[in-house]
């Protein structure tokens, strides 16, 4: 089989080395328009729950990148001065360049070397090929055009979001809502190396106006989220990276094949930062689509078919609780009204995936301080 692969993220990265170990015999081009070192953003994180998938499905992988990754078993949300900490909830982060790396590594071992620096300009380039895999993220030049056929709907979040990294290595994934001058803030941050944190900059439109983004370059945007967060940096400054206001686009492709032509990772769907699924989803696309093709041999249409019908209920349950994350931050400044430990119960519940019982099982030290204080005001959880 003669395959093409588009893009040379961990999608495409992972896809292309399951595909060659699988089966040796396949042709297969892997492209990419950036260079090996380039990538936007800094870390990455994984749930426990996607560490464990990995271990089940490829227990090399995971022993390659687990060593690089940095772990935590609580979660942190800081309102108003308090830190409330939310026991078991498991992560693990890992540089997202550290893991392009691992797998180019990983991919050099079955003799495939990516040709970065290949931008793609026609589509006339993707025939003469069994099967096209596009995995060449949110604008995916593969889907451009073909956006019928793929059934794609995009919507951008009304919030603004800007990625940065920070010197200060945090304990925990936090989250850090600041009431400031212009307005309401939140921030998303955690270790992914011993000395490196992600720092994930949040903000409503109308705080985003207020502050006068529209009018900053990256350099004064940064000065000043370094001191709307002061206290959280501690000293230490943020460090950009491509660190531009973005709006975050809600991708969904309903059908997720067009003849010899797939769609996988972010191409495909994407998933809100929020609950740090991105990278499990495209580990997860990779696998499910190799095992198909592996047990479709002579006909990549029926390959194509048993990837979707298997894969498609799995990934809308996810995207659905990726949605419903992203609709609480998006109205995170009228969520900021709640008392600290309101909103930290608010907050672990948002995805819609966590009940009461699922909690004192996984959290028992955060249900018990989140009972006290509602018994002190005669409330009861909810």
Known sequence: MNVLIVGAGPAGLYLAYLLKRQSPQTALRIVEQNPPDS?????????DRALEFLRD???????????????WNDLVVHHRGQAIAIDGIGFAAIGRLRLLQLLQQQLAGVGIVPEYRRTLTDPRELQGHDLVVAADGVNSFVRRGR???????????ANRFVWYGTTRPFAALSQTFVQAEAGTFNAHHYRYAPDMSTFIVECDPATWERAGFAAMDEAATKAYCERVFAATLDGHPLVTNRSIWRNFPKVWNEHWSAGNTVLIGDALRTAHFSIGSGTRLAFEDAIALARSLREHPRAVADALAAFETARKPVVRKLVAAANA??????RFPGHMRLEPWELAWQYIQRSGRVDLERLRRVSPRFVAGYEAYAAQRGAAPR
């Open 325 to 330: 994350s992203a609709d609480w931050y998006e």
């Open 147 to 157: 956006e019928s056929e793929f059934g794609t709907r995009i919507e951008h979040l």
């Open 39 to 47: 990538t936007f953003g800094f870390g990455v994180v994984f749930s």
């Open 57 to 71: 499905d490829d227990p090399a992988t995971c022993e390659l990148v687990t060593p690089a990754m940095q772990q």
